[in-house]
């Protein structure tokens, strides 16, 4: 847990090795089935359509979704509605694809329940209809698959990496260990048998475990993502092959002129070091260093290298801000939306959170500020130069609200200096490029999935305008206003009594 002393043997970004991903298991096993509306023909009419390609927005425009797919897009005077279809006046709206949270963790929240009764329904109210989980148990993350897919349980798609491959002792369960290339070469071909999409590293990875993941996964045919490893640099990750970095682990510190000697600091501070206080300021110090030691040429050299080698980036803004460098402004512990965190979790995301402000002074504040600040410009700095990026929440973690987390994702990306459109398309045609799936999902076209958000305004004009939902389409299936409500008082007394 973040005592000052962990901070003080991180190396990347403080507080992340101490993200209690993975909460405690506590809910009743119950089963509560779901009340799907079944697919049907749908025609949303007269509105706005904002396809995110990049093309102008068509005002007057009208959908048609058959059998869970977009069949017809077109202006609404010119296209033919086929007699049985649902028409839906969506006229003074505007309709976006169905939003992908790229970094969650689906099994982390109290299985089996939690994310049945918590996160699942507040994604869907959302309009996440896409989710990457990035590290949790393939038995139950099948299981949801299956019933979503199966109609029984309303859900987003969902594509996992299972398993974290780590380093002894690993920071998270389920992992498995990898010390060698015998242990890669297992470890990858055992998730590849159990079907994952990806293979998830972690931080305590050594160097020759982590080349080894590298070759393993290429010789599999699987592609490898997650934390770069403290001990390696995020340009040798990415010239290794990793396929996203997320948190911006290890950027920062790609970009210092110092960073073999700061790597070499942090790898060597002893656990615990000193009193509170002096490890606090030796982070402080060491923190001073990474932003002082800054270099604008660095980091566009590390920019080229994350896009000729297509290395994508998570950041899971939300995740930074309201965790990993948290300071009382910050801190969401008195956030209206606690209502749907179940008391359990509520109780783990607490402890997690008084963990991360414990003992820190106005010094440490700042310094977070300053971080997290950082972060922001060098974001904006990458995706100018190319670097593909992602929206993504790391849900499931304490103060990230699922589903609520990405349109705060999205409202960073803007305050980091991209447009609306932009953001927007960091998590709708993007994700669907990562996952190879750009025939199927990510704009609005016909052929496509039926995913799709309905807003009540302009989006293009102000990105928090994504949280103004009137309808979710999920898989062909239509959630009025009156279903995401309905959706939300159920987490909320689902919360209220767990
Ligand atoms: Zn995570």
Same mark, same amino acid.
């Given at each position: 847990?973040?005592?000052?002393?962990?901070?003080?043997?991180?190396?990347n970004l403080?507080?992340?090795?101490?993200?209690?991903?993975? !909460?405690?298991?506590?809910?009743?096993?119950?089963?509560?089935?779901?009340?799907?509306?079944?697919?049907?023909?749908?025609?949303?009419?007269?509105?706005?359509?904002?396809?995110v390609?990049g093309?102008?927005?068509?005002? $007057?425009?009208?959908?048609?979704?058959?059998?869970?797919?977009?069949?017809?897009?077109?202006?609404?005077?010119?296209?033919?509605?086929?007699?049985?279809?649902?028409?839906?006046?969506?006229?003074?709206?505007?309709?976006?694809?169905?939003?992908?949270?790229m970094h969650?963790?689906?099994?982390?929240?109290?299985?089996?329940?939690?994310?049945?009764?918590?996160?699942?329904?507040?994604?869907?109210?959302?309009?996440?209809?896409?989710?990457?989980?990035?590290?949790?148990?393939?038995?139950? !993350?099948?299981?949801?698959?299956?019933?979503?897919?199966?109609?029984?349980?309303?859900?987003?798609?969902?594509?996992?990496?299972?398993?974290?491959?780590?380093?002894?002792?690993?920071?998270?369960?389920?992992?498995?260990?990898?010390?060698?290339?015998?242990?890669?070469?297992? =470890?990858?071909?055992?998730?590849?048998?159990?079907?994952?999409?990806?293979?998830?590293?972690?931080?305590?990875?050594?160097?020759?475990?982590?080349?080894?993941?590298?070759?393993?996964?290429?010789?599999?045919?699987?592609?490898?993502?997650?934390?770069v490893?403290?001990?390696?640099?995020a340009r040798?990750?990415s010239?290794?092959?990793?396929?996203s970095i997320e948190h911006l682990t290890g950027v920062l510190l790609a970009c210092s002129?110092?960073?073999?000697?700061?790597?070499?600091?942090?790898?060597?501070?002893?656990?615990?070091?000193?009193?509170?206080?002096?490890?606090?300021?030796?982070?402080?110090?060491?923190q001073?260093?990474l932003l002082d030691s800054h270099s604008d040429e660095k980091a566009a050299q590390l920019f080229q290298t994350f896009v000729a080698n297509h290395t994508w980036q998570v950041p899971t803004f939300p995740l930074l801000i309201h965790?990993a460098f948290?300071?009382?402004?910050s801190?969401?512990?008195?956030?209206?939306?606690?209502?749907?965190?179940?008391?359990?979790?509520?109780?783990?995301?607490?402890?997690?959170?008084?963990?991360?402000?414990?003992?820190?002074?106005?010094?440490?504040?700042?310094?977070r500020r300053e971080l997290a600040k950082r972060l922001l410009s060098v974001f904006k700095q990458m995706h100018a130069a190319g670097v593909p990026v992602m929206a993504g929440t790391?849900?499931?973690?304490?103060?990230?609200?699922?589903?609520?987390a990405l349109h705060e994702d999205l409202y960073y990306f803007v305050q980091a200096g991209l447009t609306p459109l932009e953001a927007l398309q960091a998590a709708t045609v993007k994700p669907?490029?990562f996952? =190879?799936?750009?025939?199927?999902? =990510?704009?609005?076209?016909?052929?496509?999935?039926? $995913?799709?958000?309905?807003?009540?305004?302009?989006p293009l004009d102000d990105i928090r305008?994504t949280?103004?939902?009137?309808?979710?389409?999920?898989?062909?299936?239509?959630?009025?206003?009156? $279903?995401? $409500?309905?959706?939300?008082?159920?987490?909320?007394?689902?919360?209220?009594?767990?």
């Amino acid at each position: 847990m973040p005592s000052a002393a962990r901070y003080n043997h991180r190396v990347n970004l403080p507080g992340l090795r101490s993200l209690p991903c993975l !909460l405690l298991t506590f809910f009743s096993l119950q089963l509560i089935s779901c009340s799907a509306p079944q697919p049907q023909s749908l025609a949303i009419t007269h509105v706005t359509v904002i396809d995110v390609t990049g093309a102008p927005a068509q005002p $007057d425009s009208t959908v048609v979704i058959a059998d869970s797919r977009i069949t017809a897009v077109g202006p609404s005077s010119l296209l033919h509605i086929p007699g049985g279809t649902r028409v839906i006046n969506a006229s003074g709206k505007f309709l976006i694809p169905g939003l992908a949270d790229m970094h969650v963790h689906l099994t982390g929240a109290g299985e089996p329940m939690g994310s049945r009764e918590f996160i699942l329904p507040l994604l869907i109210a959302n309009g996440v209809t896409t989710v990457r989980d990035m590290g949790g148990s393939v038995t139950l !993350l099948n299981q949801l698959r299956q019933e979503i897919a199966s109609g029984n349980r309303i859900g987003p798609q969902i594509f996992f990496t299972g398993p974290y491959l780590d380093g002894d002792p690993p920071y998270f369960q389920p992992s498995i260990i990898v010390r060698n290339a015998q242990d890669a070469i297992a =470890g990858v071909q055992q998730l590849k048998s159990d079907g994952v999409d990806f293979i998830k590293v972690q931080s305590r990875l050594q160097p020759a475990a982590y080349f080894a993941i590298a070759d393993a996964s290429r010789h599999a045919g699987m592609r490898y993502v997650g934390h770069v490893p403290d001990a390696i640099s995020a340009r040798v990750a990415s010239q290794a092959g990793q396929s996203s970095i997320e948190h911006l682990t290890g950027v920062l510190l790609a970009c210092s002129t110092r960073e073999d000697e700061l790597r070499r600091r942090q790898l060597a501070a002893p656990s615990p070091y000193g009193s509170v206080n002096q490890s606090l300021e030796r982070l402080r110090i060491w923190q001073q260093d990474l932003l002082d030691s800054h270099s604008d040429e660095k980091a566009a050299q590390l920019f080229q290298t994350f896009v000729a080698n297509h290395t994508w980036q998570v950041p899971t803004f939300p995740l930074l801000i309201h965790l990993a460098f948290l300071t009382p402004e910050s801190d969401l512990a008195h956030d209206s939306r606690m209502k749907y965190v179940p008391a359990g979790v509520r109780k783990i995301w607490d402890t997690s959170r008084r963990e991360s402000l414990a003992n820190q002074g106005a010094a440490e504040f700042q310094m977070r500020r300053e971080l997290a600040k950082r972060l922001l410009s060098v974001f904006k700095q990458m995706h100018a130069a190319g670097v593909p990026v992602m929206a993504g929440t790391d849900t499931s973690a304490p103060n990230v609200f699922p589903g609520f987390a990405l349109h705060e994702d999205l409202y960073y990306f803007v305050q980091a200096g991209l447009t609306p459109l932009e953001a927007l398309q960091a998590a709708t045609v993007k994700p669907a490029e990562f996952l =190879g799936r750009a025939a199927e999902q =990510g704009t609005i076209a016909p052929g496509k999935r039926a $995913d799709l958000v309905l807003l009540n305004a302009n989006p293009l004009d102000d990105i928090r305008n994504t949280q103004k939902i009137d309808a979710v389409i999920v898989n062909g299936k239509l959630l009025n206003r009156r $279903d995401l $409500d309905a959706l939300l008082a159920k987490v909320a007394a689902f919360a209220a009594s767990h």
